[in-house]
C-alpha cells in the first residue's frame, strides 16, 4: 500500500470514528429526553389523580358534615318540637285519650212540689266536685265537653253556670275523667260524698264502669300568663 492511500485510509477512518461518535453524542440525549418526558408524564398523571382522590375525599368529607349539620339542626328542631308537644298538653292544649270513668249527670226529679225545675247545677256543686277528684290523683277532667286546666273559671252568673266561658248545658250532661287505675277511682265514687251533694240539688251521678278509653277534648280558650313580657333582641354596636 502506497503512503498516499494509507494516510486517506487513516483520515477516513478518522472521519467516520468522529461521525460516529458525533450521532452517538447527538443521539443519547434525544433518548434521555425522551424518557424523561414520560416519566414525567406519568408523575403529572399520578399527581393528578392522587389530587383527584383528595378533592373526592374533602367532597366525601364536606357531605358528611352537611348531613351532620342537617340531623344536628333536625335534632334540635324535633326536640323543640317534642318540648312544645309537651307543654301543650301538660297546659291542656291538646286532645287526651286514656282509661278513666264516665258520670252522666241527670235530674233526679223533673220537678219539685212547688212545679219548679232543678236542671241547672250550681258553680259551687262543681268546683267541690272537682277538688275532690283531684285528691284522687286523676290525670284530666272534662264537664259537659270544656277541658278542665288550671285556667278554668267557673262561676255562675244569673243563676247559670258557665266553664271556660261557654254555658253548661241543661242535664243530662257528661263528665269524662282519665286516670291510671279507673277501678280505684270507681270504687272511690261509689262511697264519695258528692253522690248526696249532687242529690241535695236534685241530681243524679250515674257512675260508668271503668272503660279503657275515653277523650278529653283540648282547652280552647287562650292561655292568659300573668307577669311575664317577651324579651327583644338587642345587638351590639361596634
Known sequence: MSKGKLSFSLITLIIGLMLAIQFQSIKEPVVRDTRDTWELRSDLKKEQEAQAQIIQEIRKYEETIKLYEEELSQSKEYALRSTLDELKKEAGLTEVSGPGIRLTVKTLFPEDSYGQSYNTISAELLRRFINELNSYDIKE????????????????????????????PATPFEIIILTDDPSKLYNRLQVSRAMDEFAIENFLLDISTPINYLTVPAYEEPIRIKYMESVKGHTEEG
Open 141 to 168: 277532667i272534662s264537664i259537659a265537653n270544656q277541658r278542665i286546666v288550671h285556667n278554668t273559671v267557673i262561676r255562675e252568673i244569673n243563676g247559670r253556670t258557665k266553664i271556660n266561658n261557654v254555658w253548661v
